[in-house]
């Protein structure tokens, strides 16, 4: 598992990397556990749609961070978002948790999926996604 200054509660990142959206969107990274991101959001007002429920592109948003940030710490540097679908199961409120992980890595590609659950453990979304590595790989930390 990584530290904290790492993963994101200390330093304004979300495992190492800088996502101004993430920030804007107020989304938080936990902890990478068993080659899983775990992220949280506490939905506020301005998450929702017209119906008081979280906005569909908020959960979006938590699934593709999710899906990304996995990836990125897999292929060891940025990857941008081919594709990605999603399901929504069950309506957002209160504390949503995501969790992305890589269900395969290639040499130029990474297929991952993501869940959103609320706090009583309901499924509120699922997704999966196609990542790209773009840019220098990140050098490991000694």
Request: glycine content about 14%.
């Amino acid at each position: 598992m990584m530290d904290e200054a790492e993963h994101g509660t200390d330093d304004g990142t979300i495992y190492g990397a800088t996502i101004p959206f993430a920030r804007l969107c107020g989304i938080e990274a936990l902890e990478v556990v068993e080659g899983r991101t775990r992220l949280r959001l506490a939905l506020g007002p301005q998450h929702g749609n017209n119906l008081g429920i979280a906005h569909g592109g908020i959960l979006c948003t938590l699934l593709d961070i999710a899906m990304g940030t996995v990836a990125r710490l897999t292929a060891g540097r940025p990857v941008v978002t081919l594709d990605m679908q999603t399901r929504f199961l069950s309506p957002g409120h209160g504390v949503l948790l995501a969790e992305g992980r890589v269900a395969r890595a290639g040499q130029s590609i990474l297929f991952c999926d993501a869940e959103i659950c609320d706090e009583a453990g309901r499924v509120v979304a699922t997704s999966t996604g196609v990542f790209k590595p773009v840019g220098v790989k990140e050098q490991a930390k000694a």
